[in-house]
Nanobody, 119 residues
């Protein structure tokens, strides 16, 4: 069973930084893709940052240049470094990963961690 456990959320002032961590219960070496999503109250869940197996990254326009996704295969951990935080970044942040076996795709989610940015 694949489990994802996020940590690092909290309350921070506008302009501050946080680093989210997502520890995965299995090796992340062969995972096809990983990412961080967020969901603010009354809004749909959205992709914040993605990281493919080959190291390619993609970011939402709203966080480009402020957020950085990275991985540590030895620690089975995915990170999201968030700088220059804004009140609009307030949301529950979820770690996500998937395996793609061609005809079958398996998606896994963490439980979420709250990030609150005060003005």
């Amino acid at each position: 069973q694949v489990q994802l456990v996020e940590s690092g959320g909290g309350l921070v002032q506008s302009g501050g930084s946080l680093r989210l961590s997502c520890v995965v219960s299995v090796s992340i070496f062969d995972i096809n893709g990983m990412g961080w999503y967020r969901q603010a109250p009354g809004k749909e869940r959205e992709l914040v940052a993605g990281l493919s197996r080959n190291g390619r990254t993609n970011y939402a326009d709203s966080v480009q240049g402020r957020f950085t996704i990275s991985r540590d295969n030895a620690k089975n951990t995915v990170y999201l470094q968030m700088n220059s935080l804004k009140p609009g970044d307030t949301a529950v942040y979820y770690c996500h990963l998937y395996y793609d076996y061609g005809a079958i795709r398996r998606d896994y989610w963490g439980q979420g961690t709250q990030v609150t940015v005060s003005s």
